[in-house]
């Protein structure tokens, strides 16, 4: 499986960005899919993931502000980013778990479980 990120970008607070991740390769079985994120100086941290039913679960600092969604047909991540905080600023990569099966783990996969990671992109909010 191949990801590759889209979208990103500099907003000041309280606006919104949208994230888009394509994926491509063996779509056959199902995974887990998730957007991480890294700010400068801290550890890499779940945002959201999403199973293959599609149920979702959130990191709580971004409940309500974000959504993640996909489309399974045209082999889309999406990550949808509302009410835009200074702290969001990161570096935010989609990932696939390295478990088969299209359940998510709770709370959200572990870094070292991930098995494939896109090339991540910037995302800057000014206050």
């Known amino acids: 499986v191949r990801l590759v990120e889209s979208g990103g970008g500099s907003v000041q607070a309280g606006g919104s960005l949208g994230l888009s991740c394509a994926v491509s390769?063996?779509?056959?079985?199902?995974?887990?899919m998730a957007w991480f994120r890294q700010a400068p100086g801290k550890e890499r941290e779940g945002v959201a993931q999403?199973?293959?039913?599609?149920?979702?679960t959130y990191r709580d600092s971004i409940k309500g502000r974000f959504t993640i969604s996909k489309d399974n047909v045209n082999s889309w991540l999406y990550l949808q980013m509302n009410r835009l905080k200074p702290e969001d600023t990161a570096k935010y990569c989609c990932?696939?778990?390295?478990?088969?099966?299209?359940?998510?783990?709770?709370?959200?996969?572990?870094?070292?479980?991930?098995?494939?990671w896109g090339q991540g992109v910037l995302v800057t909010v000014s206050s």
């Open positions: 990932a696939v778990d390295s478990a088969d099966g299209g359940d998510c783990p709770s709370p959200a996969i572990p870094v070292s479980r991930v098995g494939q």
């Open positions: 390769g063996d779509l056959s079985i199902p995974y887990c």
């Open positions: 999403i199973d293959s039913s599609g149920t979702t």
